[in-house]
């Protein structure tokens, strides 16, 4: 089962992500062996989930979570608040890490309270600290998360890693994590989504810019 997750970011006002919604479900795909998560705003996730059936094959995700409990935690969304409106959270992005200074032992409290309510972390990794990112999770949470290689020069610069070098650290990544699903973000877009996918240790994509216009995500999934 392949896996397309797009990442808004930081993007999108309420109008636009139902019309990004309606936009997807016109295309229709004939969807097999494949899954798309769409990782949105917490503010818009309530509305999305209300639009989504499950024939539609979409699910959703958080961009982020607490490390925290439900408590006195001002401003901070915990795991138990999104339990039954996402499946998925993404983790540890290099955005997260670098403009809101998340240090490892952050990410593994976040995919510990993911886990904690059954919503699978999706850790994002990058070299040349691959190994220790993934030595900070716990086992029991290394077995439940899901994967993201993406390099840091490759985030939103149109130069994505070449399929060749992803898919060796992807199947490194496996290696360390008793064979967890491994996707790869930085730069996909409809042009090169079908080469790195193609890959034998690749499960999926991480898009980015490439997935807020619903035209040329459609491509990259049917590309898929
Ligand atoms: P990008 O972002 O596709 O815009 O490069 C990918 C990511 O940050 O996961």
Redesign the pocket.
């Known amino acids: 089962m392949k896996l397309i997750v797009a990442?808004w970011?930081s993007n999108k006002t309420t109008p636009e992500a139902k019309e990004w919604l309606q936009e997807i479900f016109n295309f229709q795909f004939s969807i097999f062996n494949l899954k798309i998560i769409l990782a949105a705003s917490f503010i818009h996730l309530p509305i999305l989930k209300e639009s989504i059936t499950p024939k539609s094959n979409i699910s959703l995700a958080a961009q982020n979570v607490s490390p925290f409990p439900s408590g006195p935690y001002t401003g901070e969304v915990s795991a138990e608040m999104l339990t039954g409106l996402v499946d998925y959270v993404i983790l540890g992005?290099?955005?997260r890490r670098r403009y809101f200074r998340e240090t490892n032992e952050m990410v593994a409290e976040k995919v510990k309270q993911a886990s904690r309510y059954k919503i699978k972390p999706i850790v994002?990794l990058d070299e040349p600290y691959i190994e220790s990112q993934i030595a900070t999770l716990t086992n029991c949470c290394v077995e439940e998360s899901i994967f993201?290689y993406?390099p840091l020069l490759?985030?939103?610069?149109g130069k994505p890693d070449n399929p060749e070098r992803v898919n060796k650290i992807s199947k490194r990544i496996k290696k360390l994590t008793n064979n967890a699903p491994v996707l790869y973000?930085?730069?996909?877009n409809a042009k090169n989504a079908k080469k790195i996918i193609q890959e034998n240790y690749i499960d999926g994509l991480?898009?980015?810019?490439?997935?807020l216009n619903p035209k040329e995500f459609t491509k990259i999934v049917r590309s898929a």
């Open positions: 990442n970011k992005h290099s955005e994002c993201a993406e490759a985030i939103g610069s973000g930085g730069s996909v991480l898009v980015g810019n490439a997935s």
